[in-house]
């Protein structure tokens, strides 16, 4: 850790150790329960630092992950390449069908709404072992993870997709492979106003428990 990096997580136990299982804490269940995304038009600085966005990730990759692939990686912004990055989107939002001048506009200032924003790629392999699947479901557990670390270090995020997630001369403009695609990106900073709660999934249509005994 280079001298004056806060340190926001302990040191990782080296391969092999024994862990615990399961570690009850009133804190993490009172954390998750109350959980919130910012809402993206109300993310401001501060942000992390390079050095804290870097543990961040660190945490963010502690996820599961099958066969150990690492199906995944991050091209991260932030300071001036968010402008930088924000011309080329303006660009090739102007090059759509259509385009009026606010959509050039608005492109070019979408990765300026946080001050640290994190494009998560998934990167399976297809070897014929882990399926693809695994893999990419990896990588929505890996963004979420990063929002956890994020939020329990202080700062707000939001996880969104929005057109650059799909757009192919974005996916060649961020030099994706062909194996790759965009999960998401991850907007981090400070919310300027608190997010309200919204509606929650009923569980009661979405869960059914297997019969004791299967009918004849
Ligand atoms: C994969 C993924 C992509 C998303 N993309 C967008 C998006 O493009 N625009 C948007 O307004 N919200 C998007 N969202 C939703 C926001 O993240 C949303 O604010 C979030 O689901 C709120 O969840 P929470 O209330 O549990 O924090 C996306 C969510 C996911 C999981």
Not at 110 to 134: C, F, I, M, Q, Y
Not at 169 to 192: C, H, P, S, W
Request: charged share 20%.
């Amino acid at each position: 850790m280079a001298l004056g990096v806060t340190k926001l997580f302990p040191d990782p136990p080296p391969t092999g150790s024994p862990m615990l299982a399961a570690r009850p804490s009133g804190d993490v269940r009172n954390f998750l329960a109350l959980r919130k995304s910012a809402n993206k038009l109300f993310l401001s600085e501060p942000g992390p630092t390079p050095g804290e966005l870097q543990q961040l990730l660190e945490i963010a990759v502690r996820v599961p992950d099958h066969r150990k692939m690492s199906p995944w990686r991050f091209i991260t912004f932030q300071g001036q390449s968010r402008l930088g990055f924000g011309k080329e989107l303006a660009r090739i939002a102007g090059k759509k069908p259509g385009a009026e001048e606010r959509d050039v506009l608005e492109a070019a200032g979408l990765l300026l709404r946080a001050p640290s924003v994190v494009a998560v790629v998934s990167s399976p392999v297809d070897d014929g072992k882990t399926p693809v699947w695994e893999q990419e479901l990896s990588a929505g557990a890996l963004c979420y993870n990063l929002l956890l670390a994020a939020n329990a270090s202080g700062w707000a995020g939001v996880w969104l997709s929005e057109w650059i997630t799909f757009n192919k001369d974005v996916d060649a403009l961020m030099g994706l492979k062909q194996n790759e695609r965009l999960a998401g990106f991850i907007y981090i900073g400070t919310a300027t106003a608190k997010p309200q709660e919204r509606i929650r999934p009923d569980l009661s249509g979405l869960v059914s428990a297997w019969p004791d005994s299967v009918p004849d």
